[in-house]
């Protein structure tokens, strides 16, 4: 999904049911950092966190830890 879409109820929903999906977060996107996980030398991988949504709404949507990754 390739439009900046910050429905982080669907995320919550899809994350819930398994489902592995990628999109761009919103430059405004609150987070907090869980965990930095480790990059491959020679990747286009820049960062990979595991990461929790921290805004009042998004955080009850999708409390559920998310991935970011960024290429």
């Known amino acids: 999904m390739d439009r900046a879409c910050n429905d982080y109820e669907l995320f919550g ?4 049911q398994g489902i592995i999906f ?3 977060l919103k ?5 907090v950092v869980i965990e930095n996980r480790e990059v491959l030398q020679n ?3 820049i960062s ?3 990461i929790r949504l921290v805004g009042t709404k998004a955080e009850q949507k999708c409390p559920q ?3 970011r990754i960024v290429i």
Request: glycine content about 4%; hydrophobic content about 30%; charged content about 30%.
């Open 22 to 24: 990628a999109t761009r």
């Open 43 to 45: 990747r286009n991988i």
């Open 48 to 50: 990979d966190t595991v």
């Open 27 to 31: 430059e405004n996107s609150v987070y």
């Open 13 to 16: 929903g899809w994350t819930e």
């Open 65 to 67: 830890h998310l991935r």
